[in-house]
Structures are given as structure tokens and as C-alpha cells.
């Protein structure tokens, strides 16, 4: 059986191995995922000249270190965005893509997305630090969700990154230049999990990416937002439908 080789973005709040350490454990020996922390989170501030195109030539450089050609690509949140840039400009490394809430699609946005978006970012106008992920949270989840609580104590050394790498993420997701056709000509396939507590902008995001790809498979998953822990979004009925794109990619040859 050929191994699956899965190349994992986190978003912009936990590292890749605690974001993904769940489904590590579920997949076992069916998958081999390689996780790729964010390259705006490599220096202990985000570079001058950071840019998506960055994060980009990151995962060729990681993908190649491993000797991978092509392999199954897999972004959560502000990895998700990275995920689908970079199966837009580099379909032919791509088997399949599998992203849960992604932070935005890449391109101009539609009126929908925009006043969303616009939204968002005058509430985030001006805040720094812990008002700002806090704000940052709040904000992305439907009326009448409770936000996770406030971790007790300081932030530790690689949280207290956090507000300055989202903000970097935010600005660098703003200029990528990106024309969305690209994406209709994907012929890998894409997978779209969101959850039934997170804010309506998700299911935007869905419905317009199930209109790009040639072959969308989209799922709404009851009980989750964007900010639970990963065991609850990784569930075992969640982890099955990602191991059958998985599979059914690699035995179409995609």
C-alpha cells in the first residue's frame, strides 16, 4: 500500500505539534504527517520583509528536505490561507487538500467576506497583546459561544509572540496578490471542515470554495468552533473522512 505523506500547517495561535498532536495519534500508521510550525514564528518577531510568498518557498524547501514530490496538504486557520496559496501556484506537488476554518481565502475578497472581514479589523484597530487575542477570539465565534477561558499567569515566551506574528499574518494575507481561478484548474481534491459554532463568515468560505474546486467535499462538524482544543475537532469521524480523500486521491492518481 503506497504510505500517505501529509505535510501539516497549524494557524496562528498553537504550534503545529499541539495542534496536530491528536490526529497524530488517531491516524497511527495509516498516515505519515510531518509537521511545519509557521515560518512568521521562526525569529522571536516577525521579519520586516515577511510575506506569504515566504511561507510558501518554506514548504518546498520542507517537502523537498524529505525527499517528497508530491504529497497530501493539510492547514488549519491562517495555515489553512498558506495551504490553499499554495495549491493555487504549485498544484502539481498537491495529491489533496484538507483545511478546517481557514483564516481567509486568497484573492479579493467578495462583499460578503469583505464585510467580515472589515469588521474584524476595526474591532482589532489600536488593541495589543492580551486585549488584542482576546478580541481576536471573541470575534470569530457565533453569538452566545463562549470564548475558551484566559489562561491563568503570564503568557508563556512563544504565546507572548502571538499578537505581533497574527497581526504579520494579517498584513501579509492582505497584499498576497492571488487570482481565485487558479483554483478552479486544481484537479487535486479539497476537503472543508468548519464548525457549527464558529461565526457565518466559515460557511461563506465554504460554499465559495465548493464553487471553485473541481472536486469539493465539505462538512459541518456540530459541538465546534474555532478555538476548542484539537481532540475536539479531530474526531474520530472527522480523522475517517480525511483517510478517505487521503485514500481515493492516491488510488485515482490525482
Known amino acids: 500500500m503506497t504510505r500517505l505523506h501529509v505535510v501539516c500547517l497549524p494557524g496562528g495561535v498553537a504550534p503545529a505539534a499541539q495542534r496536530y498532536a491528536p490526529l497524530k495519534a488517531m491516524v497511527g500508521d495509516d498516515a505519515e504527517l510531518h509537521l511545519k510550525d509557521l515560518e512568521v514564528y521562526r525569529d522571536p518577531t516577525p521579519s520586516a520583509g515577511y510575506s506569504v510568498d515566504l511561507e510558501l518557498d518554506a514548504i518546498d524547501a520542507f517537502a523537498d528536505s524529505m525527499g517528497l514530490e508530491r504529497f497530501h496538504l493539510l492547514g488549519y486557520s491562517g495555515g489553512g490561507f498558506i495551504s490553499l496559496a499554495y495549491t493555487g501556484t504549485r498544484p502539481q506537488r498537491v495529491k489533496s487538500l484538507a483545511v478546517f476554518e481557514p483564516a481567509s ?27 488584542f487575542m482576546s478580541t481576536f477570539v471573541r470575534e470569530q465565534l457565533k453569538p452566545g459561544v463562549e470564548p475558551p477561558p484566559t489562561p491563568a499567569g503570564p503568557p508563556s515566551p512563544e504565546m507572548q509572540k502571538r499578537p ?33 459554532q464558529t461565526s457565518d463568515v466559515e460557511s461563506i468560505r465554504a460554499g465559495l470554495l465548493a464553487r471553485t474546486f ?37 488510488n485515482s492518481g490525482a
Do not use: C
Open 105 to 131: 481565502i486568497p484573492g479579493p475578497l467578495s462583499p460578503d467576506e469583505a464585510q467580515a472581514w472589515n469588521a474584524l479589523m476595526q474591532k482589532l484597530s489600536g488593541l495589543e497583546g492580551q486585549a
Open 164 to 196: 505581533a506574528g497574527i497581526a504579520a499574518l494579517v498584513q501579509a494575507f492582505q497584499a498576497y496578490p492571488f487570482d481565485r481561478k487558479r483554483l478552479s484548474e486544481v484537479p487535486a481534491p479539497l476537503f472543508f471542515g468548519y464548525g457549527d
Open 214 to 250: 473541481a472536486d469539493s467535499h465539505v462538512r459541518r462538524f456540530a459541538g465546534v468552533h474555532h478555538f476548542v482544543p484539537p481532540e475536539m475537532i479531530y474526531t474520530r469521524d472527522h480523522v475517517d473522512a480525511l483517510l478517505e480523500v487521503w485514500r481515493r486521491s492516491e
